[in-house]
């Protein structure tokens, strides 16, 4: 066998092991996203959401955090000023809430509107906004909670999310609870949809793994580890509040659980430009944070693109030069292929039995990523090289430059 022969065996390997791991973890998601009866573990949570601006469907999200099927939690909104046009319709909303639920409901009602509490936490210095809202918010957090629970603005959830997210911290091996987003598009433009099946492939290495790393939309820690692993000081100077917490998780012996019930809805509309700034700035983050992540993302990326297309080239140049094993040289890219392919069907699937309720929007989606899964690996793979180089990036009309993990510098404020 010559030198190309080892290398298909070992690439068509590696795909097997790829598709492996996809089966396992959506094995794992349809174990695990079963509506069972909620446990008794409910501890006194407090749920943190900071906004910066109007997102899509603001109102629904926001209204969605507001009824919260859990007794005994405490809302937190933390916007920067109270310029921000977040921050009226925040008001009117939690009034709206408090009204609807009065009448026959009136102790609930005062329950709401004692519960929740919008914070103004004024501009950061030394970190990004994000984590300066919620360590505002994290140091009014009443000395009774148990759990504090993190959710972002542009998310939609269900009545049972909160619930779910903490159920396993009842497990001391637990150091945090994860969700994740599932873009589903408001537009049917092809960048919105291309970006869906790319987040999807990234959402699809959530399972039961190590691997696995905590996401700041939709996220839960003991507050007694919060405190214990000094998590206020290590987002003192950062800039990504879920990689640096699962960091210190894991450094601690501790587990980063997906909670396939929390895989919530984000609705989102993306031109290309908006896309590759969204994909470059996210990557970078990963990059400085979790660099082990990032490589093995870049080299999965990399060996399903040179399988698929280096092993098409190479497959028509031994036809065409009429070599030896030319059924091996063919099976490598069409292995690659239904590899892919059977991967998009796997993630499809998964979404299509716990987002239920998005399903009409989330079809136009689905037939972009199984049909066309194969051609949008190689616009992540452009991301992932745009995001090797550099530190600098923009989010929310501020730029950042990542010095470190531990420091990150605010170059201006838009």
């Known amino acids: 066998m010559d030198w190309y022969g080892y290398i298909a065996w070992t690439a068509v390997l ?26 008794i573990y409910r501890p006194r949570t407090a749920l943190i959401v900071p906004c910066k601006g109007l997102e899509a469907r603001f109102h629904a999200n926001i209204a969605s955090f507001l009824q ?18 977040a921050y009226r319709e925040l008001q009117m909303l939690v009034q709206a809430n408090a009204s609807r639920v009065a009448g026959p409901r009136a102790r609930d009602a005062q329950r709401a509107t004692h519960d929740v509490r919008i914070l103004v936490s004024g501009s950061s210095r030394s970190s990004g906004q994000k984590i300066h809202n ?21 998310v939609c959830v269900p009545s049972d999310w909160l619930g779910r997210l903490v159920r396993p911290l009842r497990r001391p091996s637990c150091g945090v609870t994860t969700g994740y987003r599932w873009f589903v598009p408001l537009r049917n433009n ?21 691997l696995n790393h905590a996401w700041g939309g939709s996220m839960a820690v003991r507050r007694a580890d919060f405190r214990r692993l000094n998590i206020a000081n290590a987002w003192s100077n950062t800039l990504s509040d879920d990689l640096s917490l699962s960091r210190a998780v894991k450094q601690a012996g501790m587990r980063v659980t997906f909670v396939p019930e929390c895989l919530v809805a984000s609705f989102e509309s993306f031109t290309w430009p908006r896309l590759f700034e969204f994909g470059r700035r996210q990557l970078v983050i990963t990059r400085v944070y ?23 080239a190479m497959a028509a140049y031994a036809a065409a030069g009429h070599a030896e094993h030319i059924l091996l040289y063919a099976a490598v890219p069409c292995l690659f292929l239904a590899g892919q392919i059977v991967r998009t069907v796997l993630r499809q699937l998964t979404a ?34 745009s995001s090797a180089v550099g530190r600098t990036i923009r989010w929310r009309g501020i730029r950042y430059r990542l010095v470190s993990p531990t420091q990150t510098l605010i170059l201006d404020d838009l």
Not at 17 to 39: D, E, G, P
Not at 134 to 154: G, K, N
Not at 190 to 210: E, M
């Open 190 to 210: 092809l960048a919105t949809l291309v970006l869906s099946s790319i987040n999807a492939a990234v959402a699809q290495f959530l399972g039961n793994s190590p």
């Open 352 to 385: 299509a039995q716990i987002l239920k309720t998005h399903l009409p929007q989330l079809v136009p989606a689905a037939l972009v990523d199984v049909l066309g899964g194969w051609l949008w690996s190689i616009v992540l793979l452009a991301l992932l090289l």
């Open 14 to 39: 590696v795909q097997l092991l790829f598709v492996y791991y996809a089966l396992r973890n959506y094995h794992y998601v349809r174990a695990k996203s079963v509506r069972r009866k909620q446990a």
């Open 290 to 312: 979790a660099p082990i992540t990032w490589w093995l993302g870049f080299l999965s990326s990399l060996g399903s693109v040179l399988g698929l297309w280096g092993g098409a």
């Open 68 to 85: 919260q099927d859990y007794d005994d939690y405490r809302l937190f909104f933390v916007v920067e000023d109270e310029s921000d046009p």
């Open 134 to 154: 919620l360590l505002y918010a994290c140091e009014r957090v009443p000395e009774d909670t148990e759990v504090i629970a993190f959710a972002d603005s542009d």
